[in-house]
């Protein structure tokens, strides 16, 4: 017989160690199924910083779920002890009318978040690491900075096993198959469950959450053309003056050109200034058969803009690396149950900009896959909204 489970994460990266960590906090039985290692670099939740800020140019809309992301991240370090979260303040910057300024001060003044809105020369005064041109803006807010992704989900797996879950890496998922009723029914004796194929075993859960990254829609049809992967590139870059690029001096930043947007960090472990262009070059991928190893233009791209905007941080290369981004056709998230199979919950398509919100996403998930509803405000996120 299959071993038999409450409920199976498949996925176990950023959101899933935390929608593991989450179900398993509630008293349930949880099988997370990872295909690399945990953590891995494969996907979408690595490379040793990830951005966190509080005003959200997306939509307003982010700004609760954030607030709630900031709180629960602070208790998975009191939990683990690790420290994943260091503040330096961040940066949105742009053109006055750009997306990114505008809407970042519309999220301020509708959730009354502390911010500063300052010309370029003032920036450029307060943190020298930035060169803006003299027509930017920027809106600063002290309470911005970074998450060390890694280590976040060794914190959520840790605190996951702590809760009784049972974590698998190099064990990836062939199939999904529904069988029986598909109304969730926790009596004795319900027939209703999901069986979850990998390449060492077959596994039944009443319920399945899918955080499988760009591997989602090979895994759910519902989701081709919904969840697109693409091929991303960072740069990490030695500063000629490495002292103004510390976390003390310099704050993370989303920054809107002429050239596209991009986004960057003060110096962490890497002995570099770290920076990426979104959707770097535009390239839908197929997340098995992508190219991982950095090629001169990519190096070229990112150089180009660091050596604009960032001088003073544009000496010798020190590292590039490659990830995935999972885009959808609006930008914003997928997290829901799929609408004709309610067992199966996904969270999926985050676009760039969702590691951030990993460990709300992991409490919404749970809500979600146990209860089919959460007190999160999440209607934007809906999975009927592409039908």
């Not at 290692?37 to 700004?63: C, F, L, M, N, W």
């Not at 994943?84 to 999220?107: E, H």
């Not at 895994?219 to 697109?228: F, H, K, Q, S, Y």
């Not at 991928?285 to 941080?313: H, I, Q």
Request: with cysteine.
């Amino acid at each position: 017989m299959s071993e038999r489970y409450d409920v199976i994460v498949v996925g176990v990266g950023g959101m899933g160690s935390a929608a593991a960590y989450h179900l398993a906090d509630r008293g349930l039985d949880v099988l997370g199924l990872e295909q690399y290692d945990v953590p891995h670099d494969k996907g979408s939740s690595h490379g040793v910083t990830r951005i966190i800020r509080k005003p959200q140019y997306e939509d307003p809309a982010y700004v609760p779920l954030v607030e709630r992301a900031y709180e629960r991240w602070r208790d998975l370090e009191a939990f683990t002890g690790r420290d994943l979260l260091y503040t330096t303040g961040g940066i949105d910057a742009g053109p006055p009318d750009s997306d990114v300024v505008r809407g970042s001060i519309a999220s301020c003044r509708e959730h009354d978040l502390d911010h500063e809105v300052l010309d370029a020369a003032a920036v450029n005064e307060r943190f020298p690491g930035y060169d803006l041109p003299a027509d930017h803006r920027a809106v600063y807010q002290p309470d911005g900075g970074f998450l060390v992704p890694e280590q976040c989900i060794i914190a959520h797996v840790e605190a996951a096993r702590a809760a009784g879950a049972t974590i698998r890496a190099r064990e990836a998922v062939r199939d999904l198959t529904p069988r029986g009723s598909s109304a969730l029914d926790d009596s004795e004796g319900a027939d209703g469950s999901v069986r979850v194929t990998t390449t060492k075993d077959t596994y039944e859960a009443d319920r399945v959450v899918v955080t499988a990254g760009a591997w989602a829609p090979k895994l759910l049809p519902e989701l081709e053309g919904i969840a697109v992967p693409e091929r991303q590139v960072l740069a990490w870059l030695q500063p000629r003056t490495p002292a103004r690029f510390e976390r003390d001096r310099f704050p993370v930043f989303v920054h809107e050109t002429d050239e596209g947007h991009y986004y960057g960090f003060p110096r962490h472990d890497v002995p570099g200034f770290k920076f990426g262009k979104f959707n770097h070059l535009g390239e839908t991928v197929d997340p098995d058969a992508m190219g991982r190893e950095p090629r001169p233009r990519d190096e070229r791209v990112l150089r180009e803009y660091a050596e604009r905007y960032f001088p003073d941080g544009a000496g010798p290369t020190t590292k590039l690396a490659t990830c995935t981004f999972t885009n959808t056709p609006d930008g914003h998230f997928v997290l829901d149950r799929l609408p004709d199979e309610p067992r199966i919950t996904v969270g999926a398509g985050f676009s760039g900009h969702g590691f951030k919100f990993a460990s709300v996403v992991g409490e919404v998930l749970a809500d979600l896959a146990v209860d089919g509803d959460t007190d999160h405000d999440v209607d934007l996120f809906r999975a009927d909204r592409f039908a």
